[in-house]
């Protein structure tokens, strides 16, 4: 079964940086897209950044364009999001999934594969 292990969420303040990082093991060579989903108290669980695994196409929310970059390492088959400039906004739980399906989805209902979740809190 393919898992993911997901790291790199803490306490931050606002405009600070963290990096967070997902690392998929099992049967990795079926899966074409890995992306990243916040979830708020109280709040769905929205899109936030993904990657094509094959052909690296990106795909971001409007609300972290400019700020979070997503990127890969093939030899460690690990996803990474890069987090700057961090808002209170974001705090959030995030989740690392992944897929089968060639293009990057925004809805989480796709996804059958999905990390434990860290938690992101950026204090203001």
């Known amino acids: 079964q393919v898992q993911l292990v997901e790291s790199g969420g803490g306490l931050v303040q606002a405009g600070g940086s963290l990096r967070l990082s997902c690392a998929a093991s099992g049967p990795t060579f079926n899966i074409n897209v890995m992306g990243w989903f916040r979830q708020a108290p109280g709040k769905e669980r929205e899109f936030v950044a993904g990657i094509n695994w094959k052909d690296s196409i990106l795909h971001y929310d409007d609300s972290v364009k400019g700020r979070f970059t997503i990127s890969r390492d093939n030899a460690k088959n690990t996803v990474y999001l890069q987090m700057n400039s961090l808002k209170f906004e974001d705090t959030a739980v995030y989740f690392c999934?992944?897929?089968?399906?060639?293009?990057?989805?925004?809805?989480?209902?796709?996804?059958?594969?999905w990390g434990q979740g860290t938690q992101v809190t950026v204090s203001s």
């Open positions: 999934a992944a897929d089968r399906f060639a293009d990057v989805r925004r809805d989480w209902n796709h996804y059958d594969y």
